[in-house]
């Protein structure tokens, strides 16, 4: 079994997949069926209930593969389909509406539906191609041939390793949920920061191998700072796109389609992505016990939202998830008619980004004088500038005269170098991450700083 490496982008398994009937360009319908019932629908209709059960089990590994492959790179919505996967075996596999499910496939399903096949070195569910073996031939599985190979007493990893090669392995109990890399439902600029942002800029940089006119982001922090901003202009720029340096529906998906050609995702032997690519900043929630910038984070925003919230506990910004962040959560959840689950998954953040930005937004008049001190909604790096940037100089100004303990600012609205290194001595005495970023945790610390 693969050991979870915390913060990595695996593949998820997900509880829905939306099946087009009939060919991508045809106007058929889209349906939307539970993940397990469709594998279970195309085992019956690929395969039969009295092979071998090593050739079953291969069978059906593959098919989930292939099924999660399609879902993980986005393979339709990157080329303007609304839906994850066809019905047909001329484009992915063969999916038959309301037809019988063999009870044999159905329990075998059940039992391994959140495995998947995937490359030694690679965290991408593989490109596994089959076909039948008598009729059609091709480079991957032979589903006849795979009964031969279990008729030879063959498990189903060597039938799986015997077509597909040595360095394939089985990823057993695959994480359910979102998947944190598909479009958030809203535009990604200069200001925003997440894993949102580092998918984009780890994306971008793989794509400025192949078209070296877009520059290289030469940090992925997932800050979506201005060398970020210039590479996104160019990239709209090579491939015809409104030049605005804002990821739009359109431009992610214009990435993702570019990202997945250099990469031949769709190929059996693509170069794939690694877990150190795919390690991300929070990692797909944050939950109880977490720890870390991440957890700060959210402990600064949702202090902020239950000062002027009494529907809400307070918090103490620090970095650990306890019970009372848990409980503010569900409390949180339970206001906004989400789950309550008490983790903070990619839905429950984005409603607290909201919340967070129609609070300070709207600041009752007896607190304005005091409106500077809280986070403006944008992280802020080098390069930037605007009246937030200003504003926090001004905080870091204040700190310069009374300790002299940081290299110093111009009150210009612009971040410049010794900005940043202001930034960072800061950041090295409030024990935070020293990268010359502020987020929202380094924006309180500052601003608390200065009032000492």
Not at 141 to 167: C, F, M
Not at 426 to 445: A, C, F, H, K, L
Request: net charge negative; charged share 20%.
């Amino acid at each position: 079994m693969k050991q979870i490496r915390a913060n990595v982008n695996y593949p998820t398994i997900p509880t829905e997949i939306v099946v087009h009937l009939g060919a991508p360009n045809e106007a058929a319908r889209n349906i939307t069926v539970p993940f397990v019932d469709y594998i279970k629908n195309v085992a019956s209709s690929e395969i039969y209930p009295t092979w071998p059960d090593s050739a079953i089990e291969a069978n059906i590994l593959a098919q989930i593969s292939f099924a999660l492959n399609r879902i993980y790179n986005e393979w339709y919505p990157s080329r303007g389909y609304s839906f994850d996967i066809t019905s047909l075996p001329s484009y992915d596999q063969t999916y038959i509406e309301d037809r019988e499910v063999f009870d044999t496939i159905s329990k075998k399903v059940d039992d391994i539906f959140n495995r998947y096949v995937y490359r030694e070195g690679q965290i991408q569910p593989l490109h596994a191609v089959y076909c039948d073996g008598r009729v059609t031939t091709c480079e991957g599985l032979s589903q006849w041939g795979s009964v031969e190979l279990a008729r030879q007493n063959k498990t189903p990893i060597e039938i799986l390793k015997y077509y597909y090669g040595d360095d394939v392995e089985i990823f057993e109990n695959a994480p359910t949920g979102e998947l944190i890399g598909v479009y958030p439902g809203y535009p990604i600029e200069v200001g925003n920061a997440g894993d949102k942002v580092r998918i984009i800029q780890r994306e971008l940089n793989r794509i400025s191998n192949n078209y070296p006119a877009i520059p290289k982001i030469p940090n992925v922090n997932g800050v979506f700072g201005t060398y970020t901003e210039a590479a996104v202009k160019k990239f709209q720029e090579v491939f015809n796109l409104n030049v605005t340096g804002i990821v739009d529906y359109a431009t992610w998906y214009k990435i993702k389609y570019v990202y997945n050609a250099v990469k031949k995702v769709n190929d059996i032997y693509s170069e794939g992505i690694t877990e150190e690519e795919a390690t991300l900043g929070y990692g797909n929630e944050l939950k109880y016990s977490d720890t870390g910038l991440g957890v700060r984070v959210l402990h600064y925003v949702l202090s902020v939202i239950s000062f002027f919230d009494p529907d809400l506990p307070q918090l103490k910004v620090n970095g650990v998830y306890n019970e009372n962040t848990e409980e503010m959560v569900i409390n949180f959840q339970e206001k906004y008619g989400l789950p309550t689950t008490g983790a903070v998954d990619a839905t429950t953040w984005n409603q607290i980004i909201n919340v967070y930005r129609n609070t300070i937004s709207n600041i009752p008049p007896e607190y304005s004088q005091y409106a500077d001190e809280f986070f403006p909604g944008r992280v802020l790096a080098v390069g930037m500038s605007g009246d937030d940037v200003r504003t926090i100089q001004k905080y870091l100004l204040t700190i310069c005269r009374k300790f002299g303990n940081i290299p110093g600012v111009r009150v210009s609205g612009i971040f410049d170098d010794l900005m940043e290194r202001s930034v960072m001595k800061i950041q090295s005495i409030s024990d935070e991450p020293v990268n010359g970023v502020i987020t929202p945790v380094t924006w309180y610390n500052i601003v608390e700083y200065s009032k000492r």
